[in-house]
C-alpha cells in the first residue's frame, strides 16, 4: 500500500526557511517522478515542483523558482522541499504527491506570517 507522509511544517516569518520531508513507502521509491503540491485556503492545488526518479530533471512553478530546491534521497526513500526566502503567499498545506500511483500524503501546514 502506498503512503506518504509529510513533515516539517510550521509558521515562519516571511524571509524565512524551512524544509518540508516527505516519507515514502509500498512502491520502489526510485523508480518514479514525484512532486510537491500546495494548497491555500480558497484555492485550487498548485503545482509547486516536480523532481525526475533519480534525481534530475527538476521543474518548477515560477512563483517558486530560485527559492524553493526540491531533492530526495532514494537509498532513505525521502522527499524533501527546501523552501527559502518565503514569502505571505506561500502560506498553504504542501503535499507530496506520487505521479505513477496518483496518491497524495495527508499535507503539512506552512504558515508564514509576521
Known amino acids: 500500500q502506498v503512503s506518504l507522509v509529510e513533515s516539517g511544517g510550521g509558521l515562519v516569518q516571511p524571509g524565512g526557511s524551512l524544509r518540508l520531508s516527505c516519507a515514502a513507502s509500498g512502491f520502489t521509491f526510485s523508480n518514479y517522478a514525484m512532486r510537491w503540491y500546495r494548497q491555500a485556503p480558497g484555492k485550487e492545488r498548485e503545482l509547486v515542483a516536480t523532481i525526475g526518479n533519480d534525481g534530475g530533471n527538476t521543474i518548477y512553478a515560477n512563483s517558486v523558482k530560485g527559492r524553493f530546491t526540491i531533492s530526495r534521497d532514494n537509498d532513505k526513500n525521502m522527499l524533501y522541499l527546501q523552501m527559502m526566502n518565503l514569502k505571505f503567499e506561500d502560506t498553504a498545506v504542501y503535499y507530496c504527491?506520487?505521479?505513477?500511483?496518483?496518491?497524495w500524503g495527508q499535507g503539512t501546514q506552512v504558515t508564514v506570517s509576521s
Open positions: 504527491y506520487t505521479i505513477r500511483f496518483a496518491s
